[in-house]
């Protein structure tokens, strides 16, 4: 990159499109209902739309680090919003729903590679000393979209169609395609004709893809279901051989080797313990809402609207205080915050007051926006820049991987709890009635015991961080990059 002044304009155009890809994301877990009605179906099938689209993006992210090395971002860009805006059209007219999963699919294959291109050209458009703040406007888009996807989709569902949820999408995608075709031009470093080695590809697809897909369904197949179990085993086997191959490799699809930078490999498993902690509340509580107190799905999206708000206005805030402080500052009092708000959600009653729940799921979230980014940020800067597609795709495939497992696994403790719970019941005699909101009541808030424990060991964890110095250049040369670099063809 020859120029200094910092591109505020192409970067604003690459935020507008990962904004309408990551709340795109959640838009359609409220009118699931809706769609099962539309379509005669139950809710194992009507799942996959929520499913498949997390496949896709587990598949695809770690192939993310060989498109950014090998096509400018501007082509990345248009080929992204180009296949989102395709899949949306699809899904928005969908005859069937086998049509509408497939426009899903689309969509996923789009959305996959907007995280990691905006993590990386951040990462190359601004100094170490500025990134914090720049990172926090990324954590800004990261979390105030999914937060607002239910609830507009409440609100729209309870109004109107639910097809009427991918006919808003659409122009709002097709304004950063525009905008991309005509004004972006390429940012990042420059791109090299490398290979792509198509074993890594399918291992990478087996391993990630049977994971996702076997915690994913454990929660409603069972876990002693055979297809449950033997596609989260062949998941496993295949991703032991994707390492061993990527360590051996000297283009990789994805560069392992970036776990020899200390404070890189802390901030993953600490991002990967922090997600499986977040997504406890953001899957639990909608079911403590919604079933347990009989909230209607708009009141539901309301009630963690502000703790999303707050999060999305203290990203910039947070992003400001890393660059001062660093990460260690704002992780320790941002995880004991999450540590007792996850401890209060585990004190739920059937009569807790609606307010005060939204109070403890706010502080909730202020606590997560003191740690996410900070931590994620103060890894990467540690690495060399030609690794940052390969960080930032390790970085993004996690997140998917841990929300999914975290998901399936706090589910499946609370749907355990609550069988236990309801024979218990039965046998004391307790009123048929009262039986099943006890018992779900108790699954719920011992699956958030459990969250608080897994919270208590990130917390543990962050006291080791340590602000990284950048690396010299013999270390950025021990990262194989063999080839020397070529322009890409597509330059703007």
Known sequence: MTEKKTPYGIIAILFTGAFVAIFNQTLLNIALPEIMADFQIDAATAQWLITGYMLVNGILIPASAYF????????????????????????????????????????????????????????????????????????LVMVVAPAIGPTLSGFIVENYSWR????????????????????????????????????????????????????????????????????????????????????????????????????????????????????SAMILMPIYIQTIKGISPIESGLMMLPGALLMGIMSPVTGNLFDRFGAKVLAIPGLLLVVITTYMFSSLTVDTNYFVVMAIYTARMLGISLVMMPVMTNGLNQLPMRAYPHGTAINNTLQQVSAAIGS??????????????????????TPAEEIMNTAMLEGITFSFQVSTVISIVALALVFFIKKPGRPADEEEKELVYSRKPVSDSIES
């Open 68 to 139: 950014i090395q090998r096509f400018s971002n501007r082509t990345i860009f248009i080929v992204a919003m180009s296949l989102f805006a395709l899949g949306t059209l699809l899904a928005g007219i969908a005859p069937a729903f086998s049509v509408l999963l497939a426009g899903r699919m689309v969509q996923a294959s789009g959305s996959a590679l907007m995280m990691p291109l905006l993590m990386n050209v951040m990462l190359t458009a601004f100094p170490v000393e500025k990134r914090g703040r720049a990172m926090g406007y990324f954590g």
């Open 164 to 279: 009427v949820l991918f006919f808003i999408v659409l122009p709002i995608a097709l304004i950063p395609l525009a905008l991309g075709i005509f004004k972006l031009k390429n940012l990042t470093f420059q791109n090299r004709n490398i290979s792509l080695d198509f074993m890594s590809l399918v291992l990478s697809t087996i391993g990630f893809g049977g994971v996702l897909y076997g915690f994913s369904s454990g929660g409603s197949l069972g876990w002693d279901n055979p297809v449950v179990l033997v596609t989260i085993a062949v998941g496993i086997i295949a991703l032991v051989i994707f390492v061993f191959r990527q360590l051996k490799l000297k283009e990789p699809l994805l560069e392992l080797r970036v776990y020899k930078y200390p404070m890189f490999a802390l901030s993953s498993i600490i991002s990967v313990v922090l997600s499986i902690s977040m997504f």
């Open 408 to 429: 399936a696994f706090l589910v499946s403790l609370m749907n355990m709890r609550t069988g236990m719970e309801v024979g218990r019941l039965t046998a004391d005699g």
